[in-house]
């Protein structure tokens, strides 16, 4: 662990001015975001584009991604309903015909590719579980098989995302197929998990962009990686089990930042920034909260150093306030509040539900204000309100997970 003179930059997180917490503020917070998007649906699995959210040229039916699109929103549509928190105007099922034949004739990223955040992975896992079809099943079994070697090697892209769709078929069916995947799928993880002795290895490298380069967070780097592991760990030996625990503690430790405080954040990557760019980001992709949400799956008493580095964590999101980015999990205010709920859940104090209920008020203030600024919602679950909702339900059951990382149900 090293000192760092700067966790976070103040200008990128706010003073919280959200309401105090009331569940049943939070409950009519929900049924309006749900409203919203039931209202502003325009043809069946096609929601607008957020401004925010329009990099490039979008598709023209919109984006259908599990991360951007219409995947995303008809499964947060589809479990806030089974959790009993709101009930829909229109079953989201009846949208699985028109999202696959939209994929398949306008891909968002132009082509049909694997990727679960971004592609055809997650919008197959959305209309398996929302559906049940088994040839959809194979279609998904064909796809993740297909991405195992993908030079990303990180979680948006690559196997340590895709994985996480036969990991959910495996745990829901029983079938053998689907555990031989996941365990190629590992395999392929430890094949390139490599020592590095300058960037106190062992790290992955990501090719990215035409670029090589080690990132450290959930978006696209280490932790993302490691959650993928640890969600699996059940199918390792003891040995591996175990190696992956200290390997863990190593590359987080030797990484981690820490002021006079207690406080500890991590680094994007274990490259030098660029000039005038951002030296830490504290935000789901980059930085604690997305270490903290990884490593859920590390049992709370495992390994006392990373318990102490994520409460340490914890301490740095709730010392910097809530993100002027806006409401939404990837790098908003939900998303860190999603990290301080697994806070929760690991340690059974409930400060870190009280911290998490107060940034999840400030994200229903941020989003009302960025709906009047904007004149509409944001219809994506990872950038926009949908995720906000689901963690707004998160904070009244006191539960914790990620849409379709770790929930599917």
Same mark, same amino acid.
């Given at each position: 662990?090293?000192?760092? /003179?700067?966790?976070?930059?103040?200008?990128?997180?706010?003073?919280?001015?959200?309401?105090?917490?009331? #569940?049943?503020?939070?409950?009519a917070a929900i049924r309006d975001i749900v409203r919203d998007i039931e209202a502003r649906r325009i043809a069946p699995a096609h929601w607008p584009?957020?401004?925010?959210?329009?990099?490039?040229?979008?598709?023209?039916?919109?984006?259908? =991604?599990?991360?951007?699109?219409? !995947?995303?929103?008809?499964?947060?549509?589809?479990?806030?309903?089974?959790?009993?928190?709101? &009930?829909?105007?229109?079953?989201?099922?009846?949208?699985?015909?028109?999202?696959?034949?939209?994929?398949?004739t306008e891909p968002d990223e132009g082509s049909v590719i694997p990727s679960h955040y971004l592609g055809e992975v997650g919008i197959l896992l959305?209309?398996?579980?929302?559906?049940? =079809?088994?040839?959809? !099943?194979?279609? %998904?079994?064909? /796809?993740?098989?297909?991405?195992?070697?993908?030079?990303?090697?990180?979680?948006?892209?690559?196997?340590?995302?895709?994985?996480?769709? /036969?990991?959910?078929?495996?745990?829901?069916?029983?079938?053998?197929?689907?555990?031989?995947?996941?365990?190629?799928? +590992?395999?392929?993880?430890?094949?390139?998990?490599?020592?590095?002795?300058?960037?106190?290895?062992?790290?992955?490298?990501?090719? +990215?962009?035409?670029?090589? &380069?080690?990132?450290?967070?959930?978006?696209?780097?280490?932790?993302?990686?490691?959650?993928?592991?640890?969600?699996?760990?059940?199918?390792?030996?003891?040995?591996?089990?175990?190696?992956? $625990?200290?390997?863990?503690?190593?590359?987080?430790?030797?990484?981690?930042?820490?002021?006079?405080?207690?406080?500890?954040?991590?680094?994007?990557?274990?490259?030098?920034?660029?000039?005038?760019?951002?030296?830490?980001?504290?935000?789901?992709?980059?930085? $604690?909260?997305?270490?903290?949400?990884?490593?859920?799956?590390?049992?709370?008493?495992?390994?006392? $150093?990373?318990?102490?580095? %994520?409460? /340490?964590?914890?301490?740095? +999101?709730?010392?910097?306030?809530?993100?002027?980015?806006?409401?939404?999990?990837?790098?908003?205010?939900?998303?860190?509040?999603?990290?301080? %709920?697994?806070?929760?859940?690991? =340690?059974?104090?409930?400060?870190?539900?009280?911290?998490?209920?107060?940034?999840?008020?400030?994200?229903?203030?941020?989003?009302?204000? #960025?709906?009047?600024?904007?004149?509409?919602?944001?219809?994506?679950?990872?950038?926009?309100?949908?995720?906000?909702?689901?963690?707004?339900?998160?904070?009244?059951?006191?539960? !914790?997970?990620?849409?379709?990382?770790?929930? +599917?149900?």
């Open positions: 662990m090293q000192p760092a /003179a700067l966790l976070f930059h103040p200008e990128r997180h706010e003073a919280l001015r959200g309401a105090p917490w009331d #569940a049943a503020q939070a409950q584009v957020h401004p925010l959210d329009a990099e490039g040229q979008p598709p023209p039916s919109g984006y259908k =991604s599990v991360y951007l699109g219409a !995947a995303g929103v008809l499964w947060t549509l589809w479990h806030l309903q089974q959790q009993g928190a709101v &009930v829909l105007q229109r079953d989201p099922r009846d949208d699985l015909a028109a999202l696959d034949a939209a994929y398949q959305v209309m398996w579980r929302l559906g049940g =079809s088994a040839a959809v !099943a194979d279609r %998904l079994f064909a /796809a993740v098989h297909s991405n195992i070697g993908h030079p990303s090697n990180e979680a948006l892209w690559a196997a340590p995302g895709t994985m996480l769709a /036969a990991w959910h078929l495996w745990r829901a069916t029983g079938e053998a197929r689907w555990r031989t995947l996941v365990q190629d799928n +590992i395999e392929q993880l430890w094949r390139t998990w490599l020592p590095d002795d300058v960037n106190h290895g062992p790290l992955w490298t990501q090719a +990215i962009g035409g670029k090589s &380069v080690q990132y450290l967070g959930a978006g696209h780097g280490y932790v993302g990686n490691l959650c993928s592991l640890l969600k699996t760990a059940e199918l390792l030996d003891p040995q591996r089990r175990e190696l992956l $625990a200290t390997r863990c503690t190593q590359t987080l430790q030797a990484w981690a930042r820490c002021d006079g405080d207690g406080a500890v954040n991590w680094p994007a990557g274990t490259y030098t920034p660029r000039v005038n760019g951002p030296q830490m980001l504290l935000q789901w992709c980059h930085g $604690a909260p997305g270490v903290i949400t990884a490593l859920a799956d590390l049992p709370s008493l495992h390994s006392p $150093a990373i318990d102490a580095l %994520l409460l /340490a964590a914890g301490q740095a +999101i709730w010392q910097a306030g809530p993100l002027v980015k806006g409401p939404g999990i990837c790098h908003g205010t939900a998303g860190n509040a999603a990290a301080l %709920l697994v806070l929760y859940r690991r =340690s059974g104090d409930p400060l870190w539900l009280d911290r998490a209920r107060a940034f999840a008020m400030h994200a229903v203030a941020q989003c009302e204000a #960025a709906r009047a600024r904007y004149g509409r919602g944001r219809y994506s679950v990872w950038t926009g309100d949908p995720g906000l909702a689901l963690v707004l339900w998160q904070c009244i059951q006191g539960t !914790a997970g990620l849409p379709l990382l770790d929930l +599917i149900d």
